[in-house]
Nanobody, 121 residues
Framework: QVQLVESGGGLVQPGGSLRLSCAAS????????MGWYRQAPGKERKLVAT???????NYADSVKGRFTISRDNAKNTVLLQMNSLKPEDTAIYYC???????????????WGQGTQVTVSS
């Protein structure tokens, strides 16, 4: 199985920056797409950004130009650099990885536990 360990959440002021990280561990054969999703209280979980194993990225319109997703395949890690943060960015941020791991030979989705990001003055 795959475990996703997230870190980097916290409280920041509007306009500030924060970097989230997510490291995958386990008997991993392959990690395909990794990404970040967020869920505000009482709202649906929504895509923030994704990155393929070769670095192709996709962003939600609301974060384009402010957030940057990156991969370190050697460390099985995905990062989310968040700049110019706004109060509406406040949410629990979840890491997701599509990966193949023992005893399975096919890929499925795995989710992290989530990390709280609060943007407030």
């Amino acid at each position: 199985q795959v475990q996703l360990v997230e870190s980097g959440g916290g409280l920041v002021q509007p306009g500030g920056s924060l970097r989230l990280s997510c490291a995958a561990s386990g008997r991993i054969f392959r990690i395909n797409t990794m990404g970040w999703y967020r869920q505000a209280p009482g709202k649906e979980r929504k895509l923030v950004a994704t990155s393929t194993s070769v670095g192709t990225t996709n962003y939600a319109d609301s974060v384009k130009g402010r957030f940057t997703i990156s991969r370190d395949n050697a460390k099985n890690t995905v990062l989310l650099q968040m700049n110019s943060l706004k109060p509406e960015d406040t949410a629990i941020y979840y890491c997701k990885a599509n990966a193949a791991s023992a005893p399975l030979s096919y890929s499925i989705d795995y989710w992290g536990q989530g990390t709280q990001v609060t943007v407030s003055s």
